[in-house]
């Protein structure tokens, strides 16, 4: 449970600080289909590009329960970042793709990357 929560609190923190520091990042495609909803009228940036670094969270768990039994075995012969890194874009990607974000810095996103597969690295210590 700790592994969890750690992992989806830095996912989510380092995603803020690629939206953030993203100048031209686009969320208008998003926020107009979330207006079309008659109960989440008139929704803030803020709350939607918190809805994104949590989809990203969600699905980069997700992908990981998922692969959980080839990530033994490809573990065990291969190279542990790699993957996570693979996972980290694989899921970066298909949301940014699915809710349709434009406008994001290349440069903080391979900062993300880089830096989220180093912390799940990190966090396959915690139990």
């Known amino acids: 449970m700790t592994k969890i929560l750690f992992r989806t609190s830095f996912i989510i923190f380092l995603n803020f600080i690629v939206i953030f520091q993203s100048k031209n990042i686009n969320a208008q495609q ?4 979330i207006n079309r909803i008659n109960i989440l009228k008139d929704i803030s940036e ?4 918190f809805l994104i670094s949590a ?6 768990l997700w992908f990981l329960f998922i692969f959980k039994p080839f990530i033994e075995v490809y573990l065990l012969y291969y190279y542990r970042y790699g993957f996570y890194f693979l996972v980290n874009f694989i899921s970066l990607s298909s949301v940014y793709i699915t809710f349709r974000i434009y406008g994001y810095s290349r440069l903080y ?3 993300y990357l880089f830096v989220s597969s180093l912390l799940m690295n990190l966090s ?4």
Do not use: G, P
């Open 109 to 111: 996103l391979l900062l």
């Open 55 to 60: 989809s990203i969270a969600a699905v980069t």
């Open 124 to 127: 396959d210590k915690i139990k």
């Open 46 to 49: 803020n709350t939607v590009f």
């Open 30 to 33: 998003l926020v107009a289909d």
